[in-house]
């Protein structure tokens, strides 16, 4: 830590005289950042900013994260961890801010809705299996909730990304990044069913580059549009008589909440789900940490 404790001093100096920042608030940075530089200093054993990289901050972020701090502590932290970096630039420290690409968790706030899994359960039986919309419509189903997949990353998925003999779709994420998601027993089936049957039906012979290797098609041999799966989705939990605001994306949220409640390891959860920084899926651990606390308190002699 003796390493950092000039610079550490200067950027103190610099907030509290310069930025006009409040005791506390100086108070909250040098703690943030004295457990952060002692981290770089014992844990890496770097003794230079300039040898800090990106991966190096998103693994004391996951630290911090195994800790049980709140989403607004982690997002301090990240704030004091950015903001030192760029007064190392200024000062000629170092040349790169490492932590600039973290990206910030949402609010505690605002925590996304989930289904259970028995809500979940009565969405994916609504379609009729027996009709040639119903297998496509139960396909589309299975695989947003056992892939954990974007509504753009469904309707642009093609053929060519199933690789079914390993149990894997190869995922297409923002920015073109690409991932390997397990596709599940339950899923691979409905899909495998679906192009064996019906697919074949939707595709239009008098235009077939109109579907450019789609996977999931409309009656009219077009590719779907997220409003459409939008629209699938909206009445099927009507069907299902489901009273929550059900929507393509909360099929997401399901996926990364039933995973941690079950005991997923947050990393692999965030590998599923395409996140740039694990600080994005911790947002999951807060709705199963409100199941702990109920449990605690309802079992604990002392809560």
Same mark, same amino acid.
């Given at each position: 830590m003796e390493a950092f404790?000039?610079?550490?001093?200067?950027?103190?100096?610099?907030i509290k005289l310069e930025k006009g920042l409040a005791k506390n608030s100086v108070l909250s940075y040098e703690n943030d950042l004295r457990r952060y530089?002692?981290?770089?200093?014992?844990?890496?054993?770097?003794?230079?900013?300039s040898g800090v990289t990106l991966a190096h901050i998103e693994q004391y972020l996951e630290e911090l994260t195994g800790m049980g701090l709140s989403v607004s502590s982690v997002t301090r932290n990240i704030s004091s961890i950015r903001s030192f970096h760029e007064f190392?630039?200024?000062?000629?420290?170092?040349?790169?801010?490492?932590?600039?690409?973290?990206?910030?968790?949402?609010?505690?706030?605002?925590?996304?809705?989930?289904?259970?899994p028995e809500e979940v359960e009565r969405i994916l039986q609504a379609p009729d299996r027996e009709k040639r919309a119903g297998i496509r419509d139960a396909a589309i189903l299975e695989t947003l909730?056992?892939?954990?997949?974007?509504?753009?990353?469904?309707?642009?998925?093609?053929?060519?990304?199933?690789?079914?003999?390993?149990?894997?779709?190869?995922?297409?994420?923002?920015?073109n990044k690409e991932r390997l998601v397990p =596709?599940? &027993? !339950?899923?691979?089936? $409905?899909?495998?069913?679906?192009? %064996?049957?019906?697919?074949?039906?939707f595709l239009n012979a008098k235009n077939p580059g109109k579907a450019e290797n789609k996977l999931f098609l409309n009656q009219r041999g077009g590719p779907?549009?997220?409003?459409?799966?939008?629209?699938?989705?909206?009445?099927?939990?009507?069907?299902?008589?489901?009273?929550k605001n059900v929507y393509p994306h909360i099929f997401r949220h399901s996926f990364a909440t039933h995973l941690l409640e079950g005991g997923a390891d947050l990393r692999? =959860?965030? &590998? !599923?789900?395409?996140? $740039?920084?694990?600080?994005?899926? %911790?947002?999951?651990?807060?709705?199963?940490?409100?199941?702990l606390h109920q449990i605690h308190k309802e079992f604990h002699p002392r809560a």
């Open positions: 404790e000039t610079q550490l001093k200067q950027y103190l100096q610099f530089l002692h981290y770089i200093r014992n844990d890496l054993q770097l003794g230079d900013l190392a630039i200024v000062e000629g420290i170092s040349k790169a801010n490492p932590a600039e690409l973290i990206e910030l968790p949402k609010k505690a706030g605002k925590l996304p809705a989930v289904l259970d909730y056992a892939t954990g997949m974007r509504v753009s990353e469904l309707v642009d998925m093609e053929i060519d990304r199933l690789f079914f003999e390993i149990g894997f779709i190869r995922v297409i994420g923002k920015g =596709v599940g &027993e !339950m899923a691979q089936q $409905a899909i495998e069913h679906y192009i %064996e049957t019906v697919r074949p039906l779907l549009t997220r409003m459409s799966i939008w629209n699938i989705v909206n009445r099927y939990a009507q069907e299902a008589d489901i009273h692999a =959860v965030q &590998e !599923m789900l395409g996140h $740039a920084s694990i600080i994005t899926t %911790e947002i999951y651990t807060h709705i199963d940490r409100s199941l």
